[in-house]
């Protein structure tokens, strides 16, 4: 269940999709803050306020501070249009195109305090087809990322999520996801083209 929508932007389109569908919905503009962390804090507290365990960022282009990922460790979903590790942070999909890839995607994942770094937990492929440009891939990449985003929560929802923490200091924490194959990417009983595993 959806405790709450929240933005720092006042105009956010996912605000009015919220109110319509009768969820709960709160600006915290970060711009009254003196620094992230205060921000942060604010955040945690209208979260914590509406029973959230889980935290999707949807759009949100804020990087969080510990603050923020302390308060929900391993709680905290983002969905990131590309197939990290490659091309994390802005403009990933022109990115793609700069590198002349011929597959890019979309990446779901837990954030941590690193740059789209934190635990894979799926993946979807979307080619890059000739002619293409920023506008017309991240157009289909976008149709990808909202499924795979869909699917990943619906994951989480059932339980079926496990996160291993690091195996040696300075390692990364293991996303699993129970019912997936984890060396094929595929979901016990059906096709899926998302793929899990390791952060960056």
Do not use: K, Y
Not at 113 to 121: A, C, Q, V, Y
Not at 136 to 155: D, F, K, P, Q
């Amino acid at each position: 269940r959806v405790r709450l929508v929240l933005s720092n932007r006042p105009g956010a389109a996912g605000l009015a999709r919220a109110e319509r569908a009768g969820i709960p919905t709160r600006v915290i503009s970060h711009q009254g803050f003196a620094d992230r962390d205060s921000f942060d804090a604010a955040v945690v507290a209208a979260l914590r306020e509406a029973g959230a365990a889980w935290v999707v960022l949807a759009g949100f282009m804020r990087l969080l501070t510990p603050t923020f990922l302390d308060a929900f460790p391993h709680r905290v979903v983002n969905i990131h249009p590309s197939l990290l590790p490659s091309f994390p942070g802005v403009d990933a999909q022109q990115q793609a195109l700069d590198h002349g890839v011929r597959i890019t995607g979309c990446t779901v994942h837990l954030v941590d305090t690193g740059t789209d770094t934190g635990p894979i937990l799926a993946q979807a492929a979307v080619p890059v087809l000739d002619g293409d440009d920023r506008d017309a891939l991240a157009a289909r990449i976008l149709v990808e990322e909202h499924a795979l985003l869909v699917r990943a929560l619906s994951w989480i929802a059932e339980g079926r999520l496990r996160v291993a923490p690091p195996a040696a200091p300075g390692g990364r924490a293991r996303a699993t996801i129970a019912g997936v194959d984890t060396a094929l990417g595929l979901a016990q009983g059906g096709r899926a083209p998302e793929q899990v595993g390791e952060g960056a």
